[in-house]
């Protein structure tokens, strides 16, 4: 079995800069828009459907979120600052 060591052409890395501040509102606003849809959509009150209901919202929510953020409004909440070949 080989890895592929010889290849060196796949390795990479990137740094990558995060506006912390635009991230913590993301993850917050993300997060207090899905315990209102799990509150919304749920009428039974059992546990297991608000929080599975929770985390479908928070992660369609965030993704959503973070493409808006970072490509329609120009303000990157991450970006990659420059990709190098790792050795």
Request: charged share 15%; net charge negative.
């Amino acid at each position: 079995m080989t890895f592929l060591a010889d290849d060196a052409g796949w390795r990479y890395a990137a740094w990558v800069a995060v506006d912390l501040r635009l991230l913590l509102f993301v993850v917050l606003f993300a997060a207090l828009a899905s315990v209102g849809v799990s509150a919304m959509l749920v009428r039974s009150g059992r546990f297991r459907d608000m929080v599975a209901i929770f985390i479908i919202g928070f992660t369609v929510i965030l993704t959503a979120a973070l493409l808006i953020f970072n490509e329609v409004a120009q303000h990157p909440v991450l970006v990659v600052e420059a990709a190098f070949p790792f050795p």
